[in-house]
Each structure stands twice: as structure tokens, then as C-alpha cells.
Nanobody, 122 residues
Framework: QVQLQESGGGQVQTGASLRLSCAPS????????MSWFRQAPGKEREFVAG????????SYADSVKGRFTVSRDNAKNTLYLQMNSLKPEDTAVYFC???????????????WGQGTQVTVSS
């Protein structure tokens, strides 16, 4: 089984930036896609952004378009999420996942990280 490890979370103020990383450990794997999801207290987990590891094409939730950028380093199978102009509503635990289809539904993802907390204060 692949272990995914997120890093880069923290507590920032409105308008600040953060960069999240997600790196695998364990067996070698080549996922079709990797994505970021987030879950705020009392809310369901939601899709944030994802990327096809081969083609590099991306998908974003409307709420983060223009502010967040997802990227990958294929040599390291590492996923990144550059988050700019952060808002209090971005506060959540952010999870990375490796999956079979780049769709905003967690059922298409097989490997998950433990999550990293992002807190944005006003």
C-alpha cells in the first residue's frame, strides 16, 4: 500500500499564501491522477483540485479557481497545491489522494494521506 504524506499546512491570515506538498512512500506507484480534497468541521469532504499525472491537465473547484494552482513532479510522484489569496472559508483539513479518474468524487481515489490543517483567520 502507498502512504501519502501531506505537509505545508499552517495558520495564516486572510490574503496570505501557503504551499502544500504530498509525497508518497512505500511501494512504487504511478497513479493516473492525484487530487486535493478538503474537509471543514461539520462539512463533507470536498474536491479542491486535481491533475492528471501524465498529461498534466487540471481540474479545479469553482471556489478556488484563480487562487489555487495544482502541480506535480512526476519524477518524485509529488503533488503540490499553491494557495494564494486565502480566505477564512478555506479553513479545513486538506487531504491528497491518488486515483483512477480525475473526478470530484472520493470514490475514484484509492490512496489517501492523513491530512494537513490549514487555518485562515480574518
Amino acid at each position: 500500500q502507498v502512504q501519502l504524506q501531506e505537509s505545508g499546512g499552517g495558520q495564516v491570515q486572510t490574503g496570505a499564501s501557503l504551499r502544500l506538498s504530498c509525497a508518497p512512500s512505500g511501494r512504487t506507484f504511478s497513479p493516473y491522477c492525484m487530487s486535493w480534497f478538503r474537509q471543514a468541521p461539520g462539512k463533507e469532504r470536498e474536491f479542491v483540485a486535481g491533475i492528471r499525472m501524465g498529461a498534466g491537465s487540471t481540474s479545479y473547484a469553482d471556489s478556488v479557481k484563480g487562487r489555487f494552482t495544482v502541480s506535480r513532479d512526476n519524477a518524485k510522484n509529488t503533488l503540490y497545491l499553491q494557495m494564494n489569496s486565502l480566505k477564512p472559508e478555506d479553513t479545513a483539513v486538506y487531504f491528497c489522494a491518488a486515483g483512477r479518474l480525475l473526478l470530484p468524487n472520493s470514490k475514484y481515489y484509492d490512496d489517501w494521506g492523513q491530512g494537513t490543517q490549514v487555518t485562515v483567520s480574518s
